[in-house]
T-cell receptor, first 117, second 113 residues
Framework: GAVVSQHPSWVICKSGTSVKIECRSL??????MFWYRQFPKQSLMLMAT?????????EQGVEKDKFLINHASLTLSTLTVTSAHPEDSSFYIC?????????????FGNGTRLTVT | AQSVTQPDIHITVSEGASLELRCNYS??????LFWYVQSPGQGLQLLLK??????LVQGIKGFEAEFKRSQSSFNLRKPSVHWSDAAEYFC???????????FGTGTRLKVLA
């Protein structure tokens, strides 16, 4: 149980275009999902907290207008990278937890490799 | 501020040898501690977690970790490493009252046949 699915696994786009990444909780409902970014050979950096039915909470230094997050249902959150540039190329991973208690571990999707040319 | 340190960036062991990956954390209260493993191009898989109680926790794939409050450590161990264990390992601390995790920088494990 507690499967988190991300789509697509990888995407290549041209500079200036927008890319949407989906994160789904397949067998549980998640009022909160998290988006991380991982640079090559580095750790995960929390970008934002996606809240179902309300605005996302962004970490300091993350551009809200660049990384649009929508959490329209209890099983789906989307991250849209708008007007993508080569420096946005990275590995993006979402996560969620099936329980409401803070000590329940996060489950991660398999990530999306974004390459902006 | 909370932080997680994984002192070893790379570790190489021979198949069948024992393994210990180090993790030190800085946190004011009792932390929630996790170890995750990441294969190349993949997401993170939870190996084990510590919230309270027994300080020696067992995880999947034969891994275990021991919480030592006095040393602010949560080292991951495995008695006999398999070639399939080659991956990146991340230690993380969860902050009480939130879902936010702070990750260490990871340790890349290489297993020699």
């Amino acid at each position: 149980g507690a499967v988190v699915s991300q789509h697509p696994s990888w995407v290549i786009c041209k500079s200036g275009t927008s890319v949407k990444i989906e994160c789904r909780s397949l067998d549980f409902q998640a009022t909160t999902m998290f988006w991380y970014r991982q640079f090559p050979k580095q750790s995960l950096m929390l970008m934002a907290t996606s809240n179902e039915g309300s605005k996302a909470t962004y970490e300091q230094g993350v551009e809200k207008d660049k990384f649009l997050i929508n959490h329209a249902s209890l099983t789906l959150s989307t991250l849209t990278v708008t007007s993508a540039h080569p420096e946005d190329s990275s590995f993006y991973i979402c996560s969620a937890t099936p329980q409401s208690s803070y000590n329940s571990p996060l489950h991660f999707g398999n990530g999306t490799r974004l390459t902006v040319t | 501020a909370q932080s997680v340190t994984q002192p070893d960036i790379h570790i190489t062991v021979s198949e069948g040898a024992s393994l210990e990956l180090r993790c030190n954390y800085s946190y004011g209260a009792t932390p929630y501690l996790f170890w995750y493993v990441q294969s190349p191009g993949q997401g993170l898989q939870l190996l084990l977690k510590y919230f309270s109680g027994d300080t020696l926790v067992q995880g999947i794939k034969g891994f275990e970790a021991e919480f030592k409050r006095s040393q602010s450590s949560f080292n991951l161990r495995k008695p006999s490493v398999h070639w399939s264990d080659a991956a990146e390992y991340f230690c993380a601390v969860g902050t009480s009252g939130t879902y936010k995790y702070i990750f260490g920088t990871g340790t890349r494990l290489k297993v020699l046949a």
